[in-house]
């Protein structure tokens, strides 16, 4: 098998659990940034009985395989990056790291990370928020937002990994899967925010003429900058919680079905 294939692997099953756990979260939140609904629980409810369960799942098909392969590429390339900035260079001591605590190659290799994922998930993510709500989409126009969309992706898996690598030194063996998912991938969602408000309006069509930019500052004066923070961090709590003890439980097996085949071997 390829060097460090466990961590694509592991990675598709993390993307698959996220849309299945979390997809109607985020469609809630989704419809809160594009349209400008002030409520979750009310946006919720209006999808659901206008629509029912379908409608909470809508732009998640793109995302069956588009979100594995998304979270493939992001804990792929990252753990690839890694490995060979510790062939290349000794890994980081106590005494180099960035203010004490930052370790330099964690967050260069989880900003390669990030772009990794955001190459394939700007395509997906524009179809997904076309879907949400309910706007045409266009393959000529499948890379809007793109840019936005790999620019937040680079650091926010940056600052997943910065979490992930900060939770170790403060807590003796790490959080667990489901703290650290859930835990890590929040702070680093509180980080970026604003990011994604604009990333969603830029896909959703809505905001036709008006560059990153403008609409970061039109954020920004309209107090909008954490518009769908409430759904957007119960669905990761839920999904990236969840998805962090398949991802491990998935990483493990393969790697023991790995162990095992080089000592019949």
């Given at each position: ?16 659990t996220t849309v ?193 930019l403008v609409l ?50």
């Amino acid at each position: 098998m390829p060097f460090g294939y466990e961590s694509f692997v592991a990675g598709f099953a993390y993307g698959l659990t996220t849309v299945l756990v979390g997809q109607p979260l985020d469609t809630i939140k989704t419809r809160m940034q594009a349209l400008g609904y002030s409520s979750a629980r009310q946006t919720g409810v209006e999808i659901f009985r206008s629509e029912g369960v379908r409608g909470l799942y809508r732009g998640g098909a793109p995302l069956i395989i588009g979100g594995g392969l998304m979270r493939s590429a992001q804990f792929g390339v990252n753990e690839a990056a890694l490995s060979q900035l510790h062939a290349h260079f000794t890994p980081t001591t106590p005494a180099q790291r960035w203010f004490g605590f930052l370790d330099p190659q964690v967050v260069a290799a989880g900003f390669l990370g990030g772009v990794g994922r955001g190459l394939v998930e700007g395509p997906v993510e524009y179809i997904k928020v076309r879907r949400q709500v309910h706007a045409s989409w266009k393959v000529t126009e499948m890379l809007s937002g793109s840019g936005v969309t790999i620019f937040r992706n680079s650091l926010l898996f940056s600052g997943f990994m910065i979490y992930v690598d900060i939770s170790k030194q403060l807590v003796p063996g790490g959080l667990g899967p489901f703290l650290t998912g859930a835990v890590c991938a929040n702070l680093a969602w509180l980080t970026i925010w604003p990011l994604d408000v604009v990333k969603t309006q830029l896909q959703s069509g809505k905001y036709t003429g008006k560059s990153p930019l403008v609409l970061i500052g039109d954020v920004f004066r309209s107090g909008l900058i954490y518009r769908g923070l409430l759904p957007g961090l119960t669905r990761s709590t839920i999904a990236n919680g969840l998805s962090m003890v398949v991802y491990k439980k998935v990483e493990a097996f393969l790697k023991d079905s790995s162990t095992e085949g080089a000592s019949r071997s």
